[in-house]
């Protein structure tokens, strides 16, 4: 037996199972080990119900399409959502919420010019579509697209004449919103030629910093000027203990509020009404400058450069994703296009890429969503929503050892089910052997791919383990059964038959589970795709192993 293939495929994915679950221990779902809830409340109520369940679609489809986790999202009356997933760590939590508040409000412009927007373009999410290309600083990503005929006009109009000049494009660069800048730290960006970002890329373009921001982000900047006074302070005689008041007047600098309200007046007049504070490390704006500002009715978002530099201060400020260079010229519409970015390794272009396709492809929320309170995105005196929070296990890891001893009792009772059908060991065992492998292998898979194993996932198992006795019974019942008037069939053509009904049955499953992944299943996704793993794994490589043996022992 240990000379055939099928049979060392079968022993080979035990013992790669066996090592996957001994390096990676299986990832369970909230049900065993508690988690995360997310609480998210909606800057107005929806108009509807439809709508609603757009928010909750697009949601699911950008959390669980980067991979990160198996989360679900719930809906909550018509103004509140709620994201649940299992334990994570403060980074992925950071991550999962980045995700969240982003609107994936996607444009492009030249030298501040709209040239396409995301609802204009269909993107190429194909093998084709995608290129990652090794640069001198790191990786270039490429994601191919298609403008419809609006935005290939306009994108036309937008480059002609632009040859060598950035494309910028902007994932929810901020609307109705002006930065507000020290005159120290405006002077000394725009005194800057060269904005590199982490991975490389300048987005300089014969450009400032200021012009970046002001032209070609299309976002007012206000300054904050200082104004020398003269301090007066008192000194004191220390022979007489005497106040001699008048005799140390001292040069101070302090902020121009007056000249600031000339600025705030006229951002209002435009319908600006938020300022984000721009603090670079040398800065010191004071909270009476935070609260004059909130006084005046603006919403107000802080975001320092702390240690970052200033080419990834400036996307951060303005929502800038890259800004690759035009290199072609076409005097009419323009119907192709590429969206391109740098990065330092090849798995940060792979994230990129799926980050991309994901956010563009799963459309824009209808409504947006508040900063959640406590976290780092609420910073400042805006208005917040929702709140971040665990919660205990529902089952607890206690009901896994439970379920694996029932399950374990279960696979004993069939099979002394199976030798009274049978009336021998040498039969009844495999079959026994064959349920416990199936389930390793299943586990190991479910290892090897990070699953989060929640208790649908364990009862698609349990689906499998059925079916595979089912099998395993056909494939004992064909290859045993004696034909009409003593004719002899071969025990191939046995097998053969009975692979014939598992096959049909196994389709059926496979079809039914990926009509479950493609409609909006919610929590029943990991149920569906953890049986057709289940299934897959069955009739590749337990049950002909299984044939095998039986057709030795019959032989």
């Known amino acids: 037996m240990l000379k055939n293939i099928k049979i060392l495929i079968l022993i080979a994915a035990i013992i790669l199972s066996a090592v996957f679950l001994y390096a990676k221990p299986l990832n369970f779902g909230s049900d065993f080990v508690g988690g995360v809830s997310i609480e998210l409340e909606l800057e107005r109520p929806t108009n509807s119900t439809e709508e609603m369940q757009a928010m909750k679609t697009i949601l699911e489809t950008r959390l669980n399409g980067m991979g990160l986790k198996d989360i679900q999202v719930v809906t909550w009356g018509n103004q ?51 290129a990652i290309v090794p640069t001198d600083s790191g990786y270039q990503w490429q994601v191919g697209a298609r403008h419809n005929v609006e935005g290939a006009k306009r994108f036309g109009e937008a480059i002609a004449g632009k040859m ?52 070609r982000s299309q976002i007012p900047v206000i300054q904050i000027k200082t104004m020398k006074t003269m301090k007066t302070i008192k000194t004191i005689d220390t022979n007489n203990s005497e106040d001699n008041e008048g005799n140390g007047n001292v040069p101070e600098e302090n902020f121009d509020f007056d000249d600031l309200q000339i600025q705030l007046n006229s951002l209002k007049e435009k319908g600006i009404n938020t300022i984000i ?101 609420s910073e400042g005196p805006g208005q917040c929503g929702g709140k971040e929070e665990t919660f205990d296990p529902s089952l ?80 004992l019942d064909e290859t045993l059964k004696k034909g009409k008037k003593k004719e002899v069939v071969s025990i191939v053509e046995r097998i053969k038959s009975a692979f014939f009904i598992i096959f049909v049955s196994a389709g059926t499953i496979i079809v039914v589970m990926f009509a479950l992944m493609t409609v909006q299943a919610g929590m029943l996704k990991g149920f569906a795709f953890t049986t057709i793993a289940g299934v897959l794994i069955g009739v590749i490589i337990t049950r002909p192993a299984f044939a095998n043996i039986v057709e030795y022992i019959v032989k």
């Open 80 to 130: 509140f959502l709620i994201v649940k997933m299992a334990k994570a760590s403060p980074d992925q939590i950071y991550e999962i919420e980045s995700i969240i508040m982003r609107q994936a409000k996607y444009i492009e412009r030249v030298d501040g010019k709209l040239a396409i927007k995301g609802d204009e373009l269909t993107l190429d999410t194909s093998s084709r579509g995608v």
């Open 164 to 215: 060598g000049w950035p494309i910028d494009s902007f994932i929810d660069s901020p609307e109705n919103t002006s930065i507000l800048l020290t005159e120290t730290t405006y002077k000394y960006i725009h005194s800057m030629t060269n904005f590199k970002t982490r991975e490389g890329e300048d987005i300089y373009g014969s450009s400032n910093g200021i012009y970046i921001i002001e032209k």
């Open 277 to 377: 504070m721009a603090e670079d490390k040398n800065d010191n704006i004071t909270v009476q400058v935070e609260n004059f500002i909130a006084e005046n009715g603006f919403r107000i978002m802080i975001k320092p450069r702390n240690n970052e530099i200033y080419g990834e201060w400036i996307k951060e400020l303005t929502g800038l994703q890259s800004s690759a260079r035009i290199n072609i010229f076409s005097p009419g519409p323009v119907y192709a296009a590429v969206i391109t970015g740098n990065t330092r390794t090849k798995a940060e272009a792979e994230n990129k890429v799926i980050a991309t396709q994901v956010l563009l492809s799963s459309g824009n929320l209808p409504v947006k969503i508040l900063p959640i309170c406590g976290t780092k995105f």
């Open 396 to 475: 607890g890891e206690k009901f896994l050892s439970i379920s694996a001893i029932i399950g374990l009792i279960a696979i004993i009772v069939v099979s002394v089910i199976l030798f009274i059908r049978y009336r021998t060991l040498i039969l009844t065992i495999p079959v026994m052997l064959t349920c416990l492998s199936e389930i390793l292998i299943i586990l190991g898979f479910a290892s090897m791919i990070r699953w989060e194993l929640d208790l649908l996932a364990i009862a698609g198992i349990i689906i499998v383990v059925g079916t595979g006795v089912d099998s395993q019974i056909i494939i």
